[in-house]
């Protein structure tokens, strides 16, 4: 019987360090959009520090440090795309050419397979091509 009564407990113990490691993650992830919209640089620190969370927490939930560096990873991803898709744009219509993903594929020096295999990169090239007609046709 005692080893049920454990079992129980540990049960409610794993749930409540559930839900608290999902409240910390919540935190991580208002704490890296607050850090990208101010223009700070983003490393693992940084985060730390504005989401509030102690090395005690970070001791207390390991997974945590490994959620905080993969979110800090992709992220710095997404921006290193959308800088690269941005500067492009702005290179193509320097230049008086027409803005394809074609032309925004080549002048990013991204691989087709690269593209085709990552959906946001894709996404964000059609909507910048979007964009571009949309400006085009409304001037």
Do not use: W
């Not at 935190?27 to 490393?43: H, S, T």
């Not at 940084?46 to 509030?52: G, L």
């Not at 744009?89 to 080549?106: C, D, Q, S, W």
Request: charged share 30%; aromatic share 10%; proline share 1%.
């Amino acid at each position: 019987m005692e080893n049920y009564i454990t079992k129980e407990n540990g049960f409610y113990n794993d749930m409540e360090n559930q839900a608290e490691l999902n409240k910390y993650k919540a935190d991580v992830d208002e704490a890296i959009r607050a850090i990208i919209n101010k223009g700070d640089r983003l490393f693992f620190a940084n985060v730390v520090k504005v989401a509030n969370i102690t090395n005690i927490i970070v001791f207390k939930h390991p997974e945590l440090r490994g959620y905080i560096l993969e979110k800090i990873k992709i992220s710095k991803e997404i921006q290193d795309i959308n800088k690269k898709i941005d500067r492009a744009v702005a290179r193509l219509t320097k230049g008086n050419k027409k803005i394809t993903f074609i032309a925004l594929m080549n002048s990013c020096r991204f691989n087709a397979d690269h593209i085709y295999s990552n959906p946001y990169i894709k996404e964000r090239i059609r909507a910048a091509v979007l964009e571009n007609i949309k400006k085009f046709y409304k001037s």
